[in-house]
């Protein structure tokens, strides 16, 4: 890991409703390149809205983004050019049923010019082979069980070679004997190198993974730090009730 | 024979053989198949147009950057909802009277004017079956084309519009015998389409019951026969998804 700051978030807010509802409430934070975070919080806190923000799914009501010194808040900047770069996992994995996975997975890169049909294809089924579904390929969404399609869902997104991965809620979906080949997958990446945001409730993933955990609560960061100080020695109250009722 | 039998004969061959009568319901039947046909391309071609200025509006007029754009968007979208409250909200056969006799009663052309109050008229429709066919494709389907970056019209013709078409081709076929049905009124304002083939044998012979049955019988097998399309059609898109 260098020191690099890969993203910056600051003073970043979503109000819904005029305000009635803040689901971000001032957000200040940095992602070093090569840096696994995972961001717990009870439900509704704003863990998605955050996530999502990163790459506007969700328009900020106040503050900056800068994904590699370029701030995406500003209305000059061309959002999908910096979406190339941004992959993310969605919990119900989003797998465009009317293609098949290795369409699923050459769409993008070769609509946007990133490799020709045939590089894009080949380097496809080097990641299924990864992941352990190249013979897959030809299949529909519809064919796969849950944690093969939110394998899928992840080498989809790596295909646009994407410098940062959110994750929000991946394994929420799957039955729990599916969870286990999704975070091996997810753990890959990480010992890879790779720069990720990951929104879970599998704790033991981030004692394990994490080299930051971020407790969120209201719309704000209300404590981070490493896994063995937020989970075995956490200082706020919220953090504390939060971890007494999932662990 | 019984005397009956002897009589449905004589006016068998009255209304059909007799002078090539039949003719009239042929000619009838081609008239109607184009009527519908080109009426169906137009309201199909309108309701694309109008399905997309509306779903853009609601979906895209937040993130759209030119000022200009944005209101040539709003104008769009408003002249849309105009359009489609008047189809919808006054009937068909008014709208067709309007266009033959008050926006093109210079022309002499009636299957075209028919084609243009027809086409004009199911377009609402279609624009309405498009839009809610839209509305109900899985927002994470964009989400998941926008987050790989692909742009709103990529994501659109590459996720959502099929995925939209395969879920309303029974409305849109279904629409299509509507209208089908619906082109019978064409015969009021002078196009030859088969309702009014019948009405011309009915005026030379004075007889109702054989023309009248004949063309009920005639729309019933062009309905079923698209009706049996549609289906064939159908499987096939879903096969590709087994
Ligand atoms: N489109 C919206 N309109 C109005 N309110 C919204 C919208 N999206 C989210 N919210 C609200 O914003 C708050 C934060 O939502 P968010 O989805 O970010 O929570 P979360 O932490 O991801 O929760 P969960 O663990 O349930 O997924 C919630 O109170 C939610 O009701
Ligand atoms: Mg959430």
């Known amino acids: 890991m260098n020191d690099k700051k890969l993203i910056r978030v600051s003073g970043l807010k979503k109000h819904y409703k005029d305000g009635a509802i803040k689901a971000l409430n001032g957000v200040d934070m940095e992602v070093s390149k090569g840096e696994v975070i995972v961001i717990i919080g009870p439900s509704g806190c704003g863990k998605s809205t955050f996530l999502r923000s990163l790459n506007l799914l969700e328009v900020p009501t106040e503050g900056q983004i800068y994904l590699s010194d370029v701030d995406i808040t500003d209305r000059k900047v061309n959002?999908?050019?910096?979406?190339?770069?941004?992959?993310?996992?969605?919990?119900?994995?989003?797998?465009?049923?009317?293609?098949?996975?290795?369409?699923?997975?050459?769409?993008?890169?070769?609509?946007?010019?990133?490799?020709?049909?045939?590089?894009?294809?080949?380097?496809?089924?080097?990641?299924?082979?990864?992941?352990?579904?190249?013979?897959?390929?030809?299949?529909?969404?519809?064919?796969?069980?849950?944690?093969?399609?939110?394998?899928?869902?992840?080498?989809?997104?790596?295909?646009?070679?994407?410098?940062?991965?959110?994750?929000?809620?991946?394994?929420?979906?799957?039955?729990?004997?599916?969870?286990?080949?999704?975070?091996?997958?997810?753990k890959k990446l990480a010992a890879e190198g790779m720069t990720m945001l990951v929104v879970t409730h599998e704790m033991g993933f981030a004692r394990e993974v994490a080299d930051r955990v971020i407790f969120m609560d209201e719309g704000v960061i209300m404590e981070q730090g490493t896994p063995e100080e937020i989970f075995n020695n956490p200082q706020n109250e919220r953090t504390k009730a939060f971890l007494n009722k999932v662990l | 024979m019984p005397e009956w039998i002897v009589k449905l004969q004589k006016d068998f061959v009255t209304a059909f053989i007799e002078d090539n009568?039949?003719?009239?319901?042929?000619?009838?039947?081609?008239?109607?198949?184009?009527?519908?046909?080109?009426?169906?391309?137009?309201?199909?071609?309108?309701?694309?147009?109008?399905?997309?200025?509306?779903?853009?509006?609601?979906?895209?007029?937040?993130?759209?950057?030119?000022?200009?754009?944005?209101?040539?968007?709003?104008?769009?979208?408003?002249?849309?909802?105009?359009?489609?409250?008047?189809?919808?909200?006054?009937?068909?056969?008014?709208?067709?009277?309007?266009?033959?006799?008050?926006?093109?009663?210079?022309?002499?052309?009636?299957?075209?004017?028919?084609?243009?109050?027809?086409?004009?008229?199911?377009?609402?429709?279609?624009?309405?079956?498009?839009?809610?066919?839209?509305?109900?494709?899985?927002?994470?389907?964009?989400?998941?084309?926008?987050?790989?970056?692909?742009?709103?019209?990529?994501?659109?013709?590459?996720?959502?519009?099929p995925q939209t078409f395969k879920n309303i081709l029974p409305a849109l076929a279904n629409e299509f015998i509507v209208l089908l049905k619906e082109t019978a009124i064409a015969g009021y304002v002078g196009v030859t389409d088969l309702t009014r083939g019948a009405n011309i044998i009915r005026g030379i012979t004075y007889q109702s019951l054989f023309p009248l049955l004949a063309i009920a019988a005639i729309y019933l097998v062009m309905v079923m026969f698209f009706t049996w399309l549609v289906e064939l059609l159908e499987r096939r898109l879903r096969k590709s998804e087994r």
């Not at chain 1, 190339?84 to 290795?102: A, C």
Request: hydrophobic content about 50%; some cysteine.
């Open chain 2, 21 to 161: 009568r039949w003719k009239y319901l042929v000619e009838g039947i081609q008239n109607t198949i184009i009527l519908t046909f080109f009426a169906l391309i137009l309201g199909v071609v309108l309701g694309v147009i109008i399905a997309a200025v509306r779903t853009t509006y609601d979906k895209q007029y937040e993130e759209i950057k030119n000022p200009v754009g944005k209101i040539f968007l709003a104008i769009g979208n408003w002249i849309c909802k105009v359009y489609l409250t008047v189809i919808r909200g006054t009937p068909a056969m008014v709208q067709i009277l309007i266009i033959f006799f008050v926006i093109m009663a210079s022309s002499d052309n009636k299957m075209l004017c028919g084609i243009i109050a027809f086409g004009i008229n199911s377009g609402a429709y279609v624009a309405e079956i498009i839009r809610g066919g839209i509305m109900s494709i899985d927002g994470g389907q964009t989400e998941a084309g926008r987050s790989l970056g692909l742009n709103y019209v990529q994501t659109m013709w590459f996720i959502v519009l």
């Open chain 1, 79 to 186: 959002i999908n050019i910096h979406r190339q770069k941004v992959g993310m996992v969605f919990q119900h994995f989003n797998l465009f049923p009317n293609m098949t996975i290795l369409k699923n997975m050459t769409l993008a890169p070769v609509q946007l010019k990133k490799a020709t049909k045939e590089a894009a294809e080949k380097k496809a089924l080097e990641m299924l082979r990864v992941v352990g579904l190249e013979d897959r390929a030809e299949a529909y969404p519809n064919q796969l069980s849950g944690g093969q399609k939110q394998r899928v869902a992840i080498v989809r997104a790596l295909c646009m070679e994407p410098e940062v991965m959110l994750f929000d809620e991946p394994t929420s979906a799957l039955d729990p004997e599916m969870v286990g080949e999704v975070l091996d997958v997810m």
